[in-house]
């Protein structure tokens, strides 16, 4: 089935040490998006892909980076993740044609902690 | 800037009946979708129902169905006959047309808790 892969599901990292998030799809969609979502909160978009160009929202961290080296696949980098970054972390896929671009198709996500 | 309101932040019923939550929207887009999205305890958001701003008919999808008013703004998501397994947050998004200013982003309401209660 076609689906929004995201690895790992748990990651637990150290204050300070650099970590990178992995999504994968297999919809072939043109558009990629990373979402935090802190706990009982709604998600907040952090950036997202159009092919391979770069969308950052205004009020993204510096901290946070991303890389789209194919189509099929989109990480996320935390350079030097703090407590406050402790989060789930969602990823998101959408296509561009008439039908298929309104609709988001998310991973299941990915809980990162931080010591 | 648009924003997105569910102002109930919990609510409960019984297996079998019927619920409704509430989503209020502000945007002086004319084409734009709406969406109610569900989340489960594992956390995987879930597409539930969408809506074009530009049909007039309300979307249904099996025991879902929307309740949706442009001019008012208002989004509403009704669940008939509930089942222990639509307990989850429900959250209320919307998104503008391409190539609008917004482009790719959605914007989500603060999300609503829903207890099924056997």
């Known amino acids: 089935d076609a689906m929004v892969i995201q690895n790992p599901r748990y990651q637990v990292t150290q204050f300070g040490k650099p970590v990178t998030l992995s999504c994968s799809q297999t919809l072939n969609h043109n558009v990629m998006y990373w979402y935090q979502q802190k706990s009982s909160q709604a998600p907040k978009l952090l950036f997202h892909y159009y092919d391979k160009d770069f969308n950052n929202e205004a009020d993204t961290p510096d901290n946070f980076q991303s890389r789209r080296p194919n189509t099929s696949f989109c990480f996320l980098d935390i350079r030097s993740p703090g407590l406050g970054d402790a989060a789930m972390y969602l990823c998101?896929?959408?296509?561009?044609?008439?039908?298929?671009?309104?609709?988001?198709?998310f991973g299941p996500g990915t809980r990162l902690t931080v010591l | 800037a648009q924003t997105v309101t569910q102002s109930q932040p919990e609510m409960s019923v019984q297996e079998a009946e019927t619920v409704t939550l509430s989503c209020t929207y502000d945007t002086s887009e004319s084409d734009y979708y709406l969406f109610w999205y569900k989340q489960p305890p594992s956390r995987q958001m879930i597409l539930v129902i969408r809506q074009e701003a530009y049909k007039q008919q309300n979307a249904t999808e099996n025991r879902f169905s929307v309740n949706f008013q442009k001019a008012a703004k208002s989004f509403s998501l009704k669940i008939s006959d509930s089942q222990l397994g639509d307990a989850a947050m429900y959250f209320c998004?919307?998104?503008?047309?391409?190539?609008?200013?917004?482009?790719?982003?959605?914007?989500f309401g603060q999300g609503t808790i829903l207890t099924v209660h056997p």
């Open positions: 998101a896929t959408s296509g561009t044609t008439r039908e298929s671009t309104d609709t988001q198709y």
């Open positions: 998004a919307y998104r503008a047309t391409p190539g609008g200013t917004s482009y790719g982003k959605l914007t």
